[in-house]
């Protein structure tokens, strides 16, 4: 059996419904990033936070490529072209997708980013790109005390389908990732991210 087939049959045994999926999957890369011998590179900018990110993400087989078009003083785009589980991500991005997007917050929080920086994961951005954003927490006191899984109320989210590919955005500009009004994309941070 490989990796493909035992991460199929994972998917499966965390239920039908898609929240509940990607709060198993969000702890799950929590769990992950906890046991990772990750270095230790204290966050105390931004910067700090992007280049723990590129190589955590390196060292596991994203190809990741900072989008420096796309960033500003307070937030960062970071352009994953490869994912290990490519395939089964576009039929159950809940879950994979969670368990990526949990490792990289437990990553970034290990290293002193919990109270300075918020990770989101964008999903199929492209058909071959997901995209993280990194952004500053300064001014958002609020939203620190959310739980995961919920979001602020107005951002865009993405309901999951099982059995579907995950939607595209065919381009992806910092515009479009932040006000995305496709009825499909309404719900991405629902599962993806805070």
Same mark, same amino acid.
Request: charged share 25%; hydrophobic share 35%.
């Given at each position: 059996?490989?990796?493909?087939?035992?991460?199929?049959? =994972?998917?499966?045994?965390?239920?039908?419904?898609?929240?509940?999926?990607?709060?198993?999957?969000?702890?799950?890369?929590?769990?992950?990033?906890?046991k990772l011998e990750a270095a230790d590179q204290p966050i105390e900018t931004l910067e700090d936070a992007k280049d723990l990110t590129v190589t955590l993400m390196?060292?596991l087989g994203f190809a990741p490529e900072r989008d420096q078009a796309g960033e500003t003083e307070e937030s960062a785009l970071i352009r994953m072209t490869a994912?290990?589980?490519?395939?089964?991500?576009?039929?159950?991005?809940?879950?994979?997708?969670?368990?990526?997007?949990? =490792?990289?917050?437990?990553? =970034?929080?290990?290293?002193? %980013?919990?109270?300075?920086?918020?990770?989101?994961?964008?999903?199929?951005?492209?058909?071959?790109?997901?995209?993280?954003? =990194?952004?500053?927490?300064? %001014?958002?006191?609020? #939203?620190?005390?959310? #739980?995961?899984?919920?979001?602020?109320?107005? #951002?865009?989210?993405?309901?999951?389908?099982?059995?579907?590919?995950?939607?595209?955005?065919?381009?992806?500009?910092?515009?479009?990732?932040?006000?995305?009004?496709?009825?499909?994309?309404?719900?991405?941070?629902?599962?993806?991210?805070?």
């Open positions: 059996m490989g990796y493909q087939e035992l991460a199929q049959v =994972l998917a499966d045994q965390l239920g039908s419904d898609p929240r509940r999926r990607s709060e198993a999957a969000i702890a799950a890369g929590r769990a992950w990033g906890s390196s060292e994912c290990p589980l490519r395939e089964l991500a576009r039929t159950h991005s809940e879950v994979v997708c969670g368990v990526h997007l949990g =490792l990289m917050r437990e990553v =970034l929080d290990r290293n002193g %980013g919990r109270e300075s920086v918020a990770v989101r994961l964008h999903p199929f951005v492209e058909p071959e790109l997901c995209v993280a954003r =990194l952004e500053l927490l300064q %001014g958002r006191a609020g #939203e620190a005390g959310r #739980e995961e899984g919920q979001a602020e109320p107005g #951002e865009p989210r993405l309901a999951p389908s099982p059995g579907r590919t995950a939607p595209q955005l065919r381009t992806a500009t910092e515009p479009q990732l932040r006000a995305a009004t496709d009825p499909q994309l309404r719900n991405t941070d629902a599962y993806f991210g805070q």
